[in-house]
């Protein structure tokens, strides 16, 4: 079969046929009596063995490896193939997220299309300092920067970097509070604490109203974070979290402050007082925890934690005891 009409056939142009011959990958049989190629069907079948190793992604150096190289393995090439293929797909799926970031943005100017692309460019630097940077330049420099930057946030690994990050987004920008909302979703636990953590830097009734919701979260990490920031609002829902931190011994130090400071309502007061005492009721044989909870009411003014801390003076749990005798002792010569 002549060069046409081999190329007719498989689809493979008569020139690329040549460019094969010229690499040894395929060679005509035979010449005809004129001297044109001509192929026989065993080399058509190499053709087409060729386009097939083609269409999976191999280089002609590769296929020509697969064809003539005894030792060339099928299993190394294909683990070859996922890897590269897994590559191009990561490579994709990056560029794809960067497009949707830039489009979410809604940049009215070119101007502002290639400040945004810069953004990400500097955010998706290697080099901390250079993320940094940009972080902190965002606000002034790249209007309608929110997405891209909560983006950043809830992927960032460096502290200081997270830091200057969280700065910028507590500067404002419409919609920030909904879009780090949507990170406490998260499968993955470190976004869904990069996203509390963000989220309890800015201000306002929207993001109070989301922290107050993440308080039912079943990760114990984002509840933490938001029974702190809530209670520091004054928001006494959080009371119960901040409970059960000092008895769990997680960030107690942190939590005692802040139940200390919602004390200073009357109404605050007697419900952190009695919240305190139910816990100490349901702590039996939890020593440490039972001290902790007990060392917690000292700072609870009112006459509910005065009859508490008379009552467990006569605990039967001696470091409980001494605890509260010594806090009454300093309440009565106050």
């Known amino acids: 079969m002549l060069i046409g009409d081999v190329a007719r056939l498989s689809g493979v142009s008569a020139r690329m046929l040549r460019h094969y011959e010229s690499l040894g990958l395929v060679r005509p049989t035979g010449r005809t009596d004129g001297g044109?190629?001509?192929y026989s069907d065993e080399d058509i079948r190499r053709i087409f063995h060729i386009e097939s190793l083609r269409s999976l992604g191999l280089s002609l150096r590769e296929v020509g490896r697969?064809?003539?190289?005894?030792?060339?393995?099928?299993?190394?090439?294909?683990?070859?193939?996922?890897?590269?293929?897994?590559?191009r797909i990561a490579s994709e799926t990056e560029l794809l997220a960067r497009l949707?970031?830039?489009?979410?943005?809604?940049p009215a100017r070119w101007e502002d299309v290639l400040q945004i692309v810069a953004l990400l460019q500097a955010l998706g630097s290697k080099n901390a300092g250079t993320r940094q940077r940009a972080a902190l330049s965002s606000v002034e420099k790249v209007p309608g920067?929110?997405?891209v930057l909560v983006d950043a946030v809830l992927n960032e690994t460096d502290p200081s970097v997270a830091g200057a990050l969280r700065w910028a987004l507590a500067q404002g920008g419409d919609g920030t509070p909904s879009l780090l909302a949507e990170g406490l979703g998260s499968?993955?636990?470190?976004?869904?604490?990069?996203?509390?953590?963000?989220?309890?830097?800015?201000?306002?009734?929207?993001?109070?109203?989301?922290?107050?919701g993440a308080l039912a979260s079943p990760d114990s990490v984002v509840r933490?974070?938001?029974?702190?920031?809530?209670?520091?609002r004054g928001v006494a829902e959080a009371i119960p979290t901040l409970i059960d931190m000092i008895a769990e011994e997680t960030l107690d130090v942190d939590a005692?402050?802040?139940?200390?400071?919602?004390?200073?309502?009357?109404?605050?007061?007697d419900r952190i007082a009695n919240g305190l005492v139910d816990r100490l009721a349901r702590s039996t044989g939890e020593s440490?925890?039972?001290?902790?909870?007990?060392?917690a009411l000292a700072d609870i003014p009112g006459a509910t934690t005065s009859h508490a801390l008379a009552e467990l003076s006569q605990d039967e749990d001696r470091a409980v005891a001494l605890t509260a005798a010594y806090i009454l002792g300093i309440r009565g010569a106050r």
């Open 36 to 38: 044109y190629r001509e």
């Open 66 to 87: 697969a064809l003539d190289d005894p030792g060339f393995t099928p299993s190394g090439l294909v683990d070859d193939l996922i890897r590269r293929t897994r590559e």
């Open 100 to 106: 949707r970031r830039i489009g979410a943005a809604e």
């Open 145 to 147: 920067a929110v997405e």
């Open 187 to 212: 499968p993955t636990a470190e976004v869904r604490k990069r996203a509390v953590r963000s989220l309890v830097e800015i201000p306002g009734s929207e993001a109070t109203a989301l922290l107050r």
């Open 224 to 232: 933490r974070y938001a029974a702190l920031e809530l209670g520091a």
């Open 256 to 269: 005692a402050d802040v139940l200390s400071e919602l004390a200073n309502d009357p109404a605050s007061a």
């Open 288 to 295: 440490s925890a039972r001290r902790r909870l007990t060392q």
